[in-house]
């Protein structure tokens, strides 16, 4: 008799998809583990709560300071004859950090409280140097109040504990950078060519996406390649759309009400070129832009309309620009559910575009798209190993950037696949790529990334151990200095006492005031006759006293 388990019925864990996939990038099921957390994972941890604290100690210093900040920023007037607000950058870096690690924190505290392995993302260590002198920094500038607090104790015991986890913590910091790992430590000379940039829907932040005028700002950016997203109407007609209805980037409510709700591939192209799909981006302002657009620009978008892939082929061939799309199959219902892939082939064909310029990304039919089109750049969407990419054919790989590791990168690049990575708007993330050696990167900010001709930050590993070195050669020195500076400022406030400020303060009268002194003496005398010596002496006492305090 066979025994036959019962099927396991898997639900969806949102809440666990997301902690896993933001994290660790771990999106997926077969992803996760429930494994043991490596002790690299667990250096990484400590790091993260070791900046956590550091960064909360920093905080509450500047917040409990708030008081004098006028007198620092006069402080900073003075030193550099210009008025400015110096507390703004601190609380700003130092808010946007402690934001930053302790939603980290949290993550990976859910982590462990659900039983998952720990798995920090590569991208978020390769901030690690730059945590690395933050972190020393301010543990650096903490050593004045934890050797203010050691001087004023009056017990061994806390002297003691306070001074050797103080070392302790710095210590650990001194050895941190042994496990530290970026992309952007590196011989400049073993940097890779700039990676390409795709306009992704276009340029997005300057006009509306998916548009014609959109691309042509995009090539005006001098991207390498054009990347839409395509839908195809009732009457076969494929047409960039990146919504599943025309509600957000057209005027259907207004042209066609009864019908906003419906889906894009449901309307004919007749009734799509009705549609206006650039007032929004004015009213809207998506990426709070417009304010920058000239007047004439402002019109050319409001009298945008819906762009066919003919239409977008067309540019790309004028242009030698590369075309890569996602086509989105229509409905069940929809008349060309079973012929998508024919129309889509059409339409290449009628726009003249050379083959070589499209990278085509359905994997459905793909034997028979390379029959019929075989110089089509076969490219995935989908994660797969180099091997099967290349016994697949496929040449090309369209992922997001945060779904492949450094190593999996230079696997891709040793199997001549090209890869390209989506979305890249920010200069910092395109830098750590470059370094990576991605090839191309798919961009809604091209017009940023046009800025960035060399990577923001490039450091040879020499350079980056000499200035590790260094930095932790000035740290001990200055909380050395600190040290010794506290020491003798508290062992001289002990030296002083009331008697000796008294006179100290006799002393240093002029002899003028002491002979105005004997004088009202000797008629004191002669009025009154003379008193003892020690009531002489000690009116005496009293008048100097008295002055010396006055002073």
Known sequence: MVKHQPLQVYERQLCLSCITGIYGCRWKRYQRSHDDTTKWELLWSLILLLTFCLLLVWFYFWWEAHNDY????????????????????ILATTAAGFTYIAFLIVLALCHVALGQQLNLHWLHKATGPFLHIGALAAVTALSWIVAGQVTRAEKMMFQVVVVLLYVSVLLALYMVPLHITSPCIMDPATL?????VIGHQGAPMLAPENTLWSFQRALQMNVTGLEADVAISMDGVPFLMRDLTLRRTTDVEKVFPDRQMDEASLFNWTDLQQLNAGRWFLKDDPFWTVHTLFQHEKERIANQTVCSLEQLLKLASYHNSTVVFRLRRPPPKHPCYDSWIN??????RQSGVPQSLVMWTPDENRTQVRQL?????????????????QQSGISSLLLRYNQVSREEIGNF?????????????EPWLYSVLWCSGVSSVSSEAPHVLLKVPYPIWLMRPNEY????????????AVVIGIFIF?????SGMRSYNPEQIMLNAAVRRSSGDINVMKEKLIFSEVRNGVGSAEELYGDSYDYYANQGISQ
Not at 71 to 79: D, I, V
Not at 413 to 425: G, K
Request: proline residues 5%.
């Open 70 to 89: 006028s007198e620092f920023n006069w402080f900073l007037y003075n030193r550099s004859g210009e008025w400015s607000d110096g507390t703004v950058p």
């Open 192 to 196: 890779k060519p700039r990676p390409n």
């Open 343 to 348: 129309d889509t082939l059409q339409a290449v």
């Open 373 to 389: 089109a075989p110089d089509l750049i076969q490219t995935s969407v989908v994660k797969r190993s180099h091997q099967i990419l």
């Open 413 to 425: 690049s040793e199997a001549h696949i090209n890869l390209t990575l989506y979305t890249v708007n």
């Open 465 to 476: 151990c000499l200035a590790w070195v260094s930095a932790d050669l000035i740290s001990f």
């Open 486 to 490: 506290q020491k003798y400022r508290m």
